[in-house]
Each structure stands twice: as structure tokens, then as C-alpha cells.
């Protein structure tokens, strides 16, 4: 990959990575509590809404920066244990973080709190990281089929 281009991906991620941070940190538990200032019968969920976000932003930045670390670390000189394990860091922070959606829809089900909205954020949010568990556990199952394969001489 291109010097140039390596700088660009690099200096996207961490401005997203900043963004994300932002919203962690800031934006999202603001606007929490003035939805909890507005309706006080939500107030009981604020604080394992904010604990919800905060391990699902982090599945999300630690998927994105293992696959950002895979695009720009020389995989030619990356061994196939690096490769591996990066792999299998994607699977369990993809895995945690569809559990984490489940339990969610579950729990604001049982408690009348299952606005369509956010439900349907939940649901699809859970999808997409199912299709990334799913596209790297594949990934990962093939690589170990192509290296396990007897050699026909």
C-alpha cells in the first residue's frame, strides 16, 4: 500500500476514533439526561443505557481498528499468527457485542421501553455485526483449511 495512502487511513481512523469518543463521552449521556429531564420514568435506564454504549462503541473501535491494523500493517511481512489472531480479536468483539444487542432487546422489551425506533437500531445494528462475526470467522475457517490441506505430489 502507497505511503500516502497508509497516512489518509491512519488519519481518518483517528479522527474517527476522536468522533466516536466525543459522542461517548459527551453527547450521548447529554442527551440522556435531558431525555431523563424531559420523561422521568426513563430515568431508571440512563446509567445501563450509558454502560450499554460505552462497551458497544468499544466493540465497534476495537473492530475497526484491528481491521485497519490488518489493512495497514505489511501483510506480506504479517505472520499468519498475527493474521489469526487479529481475526479472532474481530469474531469475539463482533460476538459481544450481538449478545449485548440481544440482551438489550429483551430487557427493554420486559420493561415497555421498546420504542420502534430504537428497537429497530438495535436489531440492525446486531445484523451487521453478526455479518462481520460471520464474514470473519469464515475468513478465519478458510485460511486454516488452505493451510491444513494435503499436498498431492
Not at 30 to 57: D, K, R, S, Y
Not at 82 to 89: A, P
Not at 117 to 140: H, K, P, T
Request: hydrophobic share 60%.
Amino acid at each position: 500500500m502507497h505511503r500516502s495512502t497508509r497516512t489518509v487511513l491512519a488519519t481518518i481512523l483517528a479522527i474517527g476514533l476522536l468522533l466516536s469518543l466525543i459522542a461517548e463521552t459527551w453527547l450521548i449521556p447529554f442527551a440522556l439526561a435531558q431525555t431523563a429531564a424531559v420523561f422521568p420514568e426513563v430515568a431508571p435506564t440512563v446509567v445501563p443505557a450509558i454502560a450499554w454504549e460505552v462497551v458497544g462503541f468499544a466493540c465497534w473501535q476495537l473492530i475497526v481498528v484491528l481491521l485497519l491494523y490488518r489493512l495497514l500493517g505489511k501483510a506480506p511481512q504479517q505472520d499468519a499468527g498475527v493474521r489469526r489472531r487479529i481475526t479472532v480479536g474481530i469474531v469475539i468483539a463482533a460476538g459481544v457485542f450481538v449478545l449485548m444487542s440481544i440482551v438489550a432487546v429483551v430487557v427493554l422489551s420486559r420493561a415497555d421501553f421498546a420504542t420502534p425506533v430504537v428497537m429497530f437500531a438495535l436489531i440492525g445494528s446486531a445484523v451487521l455485526a453478526a455479518l462481520v462475526c460471520a464474514g470473519a470467522a469464515w475468513r478465519l475457517g478458510a485460511t486454516a483449511q488452505v493451510r491444513h490441506q494435503p499436498s498431492t505430489s
